[in-house]
């Protein structure tokens, strides 16, 4: 009696546990690209963004493994075989740039640093069968470009969302939307609402582009 029911605890056991990894992105966080909440306080109408620094520090681990969701905090596949910290920097640079930059109007000269702690993409894998989430978590600090004060933070920040898989991701990459572009939406998404463009530096904006 007692052999049979271990052997069913096992079972149930082992049932759980798959199901679980059945199921390993559960993202409770925003799902949406675009809809995003600041997380600075204070006014930022004020501040020109003379610099921006992304660190990725070489502490964090780093997988190649072709799992649904290998255990380590970047996972990055749409370089070629390399420096992947070195790839996160310069993908997260790209794409802050264009938002984050010098205002004529402001006053104060602020430097904005982005300590990256997690950038999970999704694997081979993960990408063509089961989908996720793309995890991107980073510490941000602004600090006075004069001074070296800083006027807000350490804050952590997580940008996780959603991210297609199997059917979905093929459709999407057919039509050019790569995990690179998702990212960069994500992230420029964070940028502009995180710090928002006076009305007169918006209008000079579109005459430019128009």
Same mark, same amino acid.
């Given at each position: 009696?007692?052999?049979?029911?271990?052997?069913?605890?096992?079972?149930?056991?082992?049932?759980?546990?798959?199901?679980?990894?059945?199921?390993?992105?559960?993202?409770?966080? $925003?799902?949406? %690209?675009?809809?995003?909440?600041?997380?600075?306080?204070?006014?930022?109408?004020?501040?020109?963004?003379?610099?921006?620094?992304?660190?990725?520090?070489?502490?964090?681990?780093?997988?190649? *493994?072709?799992?649904?969701?290998?255990?380590?905090?970047?996972?990055?596949?749409?370089?070629?075989?390399?420096?992947?910290?070195?790839?996160? #920097?310069?993908?997260?640079? #790209?794409?802050?740039?264009?938002?984050? @930059?010098?205002? $004529?109007? *402001?006053?104060?000269?602020? %430097?904005?640093?982005?300590?990256?702690?997690?950038?999970?993409?999704?694997?081979?894998? *993960?990408?063509?069968?089961?989908?996720? /989430?793309?995890? %991107?978590?980073?510490?941000?600090?602004?600090?006075?470009?004069?001074?070296?004060?800083?006027?807000?933070?350490?804050?952590?920040? $997580?940008?996780?969302?959603?991210?297609?898989?199997?059917?979905?991701?093929?459709? #999407?990459?057919?039509?050019?939307?790569?995990?690179?572009?998702?990212?960069?939406? @994500?992230?420029?998404?964070? *940028?502009?609402?995180?710090?928002?463009?006076? /009305? /007169?530096?918006?209008?000079?904006?579109?005459?430019?582009?128009?």
């Amino acid at each position: 009696m007692m052999k049979k029911l271990l052997k069913s605890a096992l079972i149930v056991a082992a049932m759980t546990g798959l199901s679980a990894c059945a199921m390993p992105f559960d993202v409770s966080r $925003d799902a949406s %690209i675009t809809n995003i909440s600041p997380v600075i306080a204070t006014p930022t109408q004020d501040w020109s963004i003379v610099e921006v620094r992304i660190d990725v520090p070489r502490s964090l681990t780093v997988s190649e *493994a072709n799992s649904i969701r290998p255990f380590a905090d970047i996972v990055w596949r749409e370089d070629p075989m390399g420096d992947r910290y070195e790839q996160v #920097e310069a993908l997260m640079t #790209e794409a802050l740039a264009p938002v984050l @930059r010098p205002r $004529d109007a *402001a006053s104060t000269p602020v %430097i904005v640093s982005l300590e990256v702690m997690q950038f999970h993409a999704l694997t081979e894998r *993960a990408r063509y069968t089961t989908g996720g /989430a793309h995890e %991107i978590v980073f510490m941000l600090t602004v600090a006075d470009a004069r001074t070296g004060r800083v006027l807000s933070g350490p804050r952590p920040v $997580d940008l996780t969302f959603r991210a297609a898989g199997g059917q979905a991701a093929l459709a #999407e990459e057919a039509q050019g939307i790569t995990q690179r572009v998702r990212v960069t939406e @994500r992230l420029q998404a964070w *940028a502009r609402a995180e710090f928002p463009m006076p /009305a /007169a530096d918006l209008i000079a904006v579109a005459q430019a582009q128009n």
